[in-house]
């Protein structure tokens, strides 16, 4: 019920930024940049999502945790 | 920390953010995000490596001091592309009002929002502890959606909504 609820919201939410109503618009008080500058800023965006996704990836390969005893390993074997 | 950088570019050009664009960011963005990651199940195999059991240690604190820094410097480039378009007109903000309807603003508004989506998928790391993030059945329509929403939010559609009303 709450999933549901969260993901019709999220849903909603698309719906009412990629079609936008004139009083949305008003409301978030964007300015009209250029379509061009616009997709330039997503592209942008997923680059930074590729970057951040590779960092994390990086960071905890190379901060690994210790292992726990050896009587913890036999018990997991 | 990525409102915190937004905030701090805007301010240092005299723009803010809109109390309008905080609660967008907080209500719609956010929340539902926060909510929706733990529903992330753990891996199906124990793993024999311990969990982080503080929020000081090393992996905790490189991971977001670094996250936050690769967050800042991508806002910094979108505020310095911008400044570098041929149209643009640096904004002379006006001490008596708040300066929040310029570019500078839409800009660095649309590149953070997209951030906090990148932010929770790259947080949402899997093994050894939790299953993948697209194994997520209830995060992965939220944050495409919200993904998508923020690509097509489309401030270019501003005029011809104004011009239409």
């Not at chain 1, 919201?9 to 009209?32: H, K």
């Not at chain 1, 960071?59 to 050896?70: E, K």
């Not at chain 2, 299953?131 to 270019?156: I, K, M, W």
Request: aromatic residues 10%.
């Amino acid at each position: 019920m709450f999933t549901g609820l969260l993901i019709l919201q999220t849903v909603a939410n698309a719906l009412i930024l990629t079609v936008p109503p004139p009083w949305i618009i008003s409301w978030l008080e964007l300015y009209p940049l250029p379509f061009l500058f616009r997709t330039f800023l997503v592209v942008l965006a997923l680059l930074n999502a590729a970057v951040l996704l590779l960092l994390e990836q990086c960071i905890s390969a190379v901060c690994r945790s210790p292992q726990l005893s050896t009587s913890m390993q036999v018990l997991d074997e | 920390m990525i409102q915190f950088a937004s905030v701090l570019i805007l301010y240092s050009i005299g723009a803010i953010l809109g109390n309008w664009q905080f609660l967008y960011i907080d209500l719609f963005l956010v929340l539902p995000l926060a909510f929706i990651s733990v529903y992330t199940g753990p891996h199906h195999k124990l793993s024999k490596r311990r969990p982080v059991c503080t929020l000081l240690s090393r992996e905790v604190l490189v991971s977001l001091l670094s996250q936050t820094l690769v967050n800042v410097m991508f806002q910094v480039l979108a505020f310095l592309s911008l400044r570098m378009q041929p149209w643009y007109t640096p904004l002379v903000p006006n001490p008596d009002i708040n300066n929040i309807v310029c570019p500078e603003t839409s800009a660095v508004f649309l590149v953070a929002n997209l951030q906090y989506i990148s932010s929770v998928a790259a947080f949402s790391s899997g093994k050894p502890f939790r299953q993948p993030v697209f194994r997520n059945c209830t995060s992965q329509p939220c944050s495409r959606s919200l993904y998508e929403a923020g690509a097509e939010a489309d401030p270019h559609n501003h005029q011809t909504c104004s011009r239409d009303s």
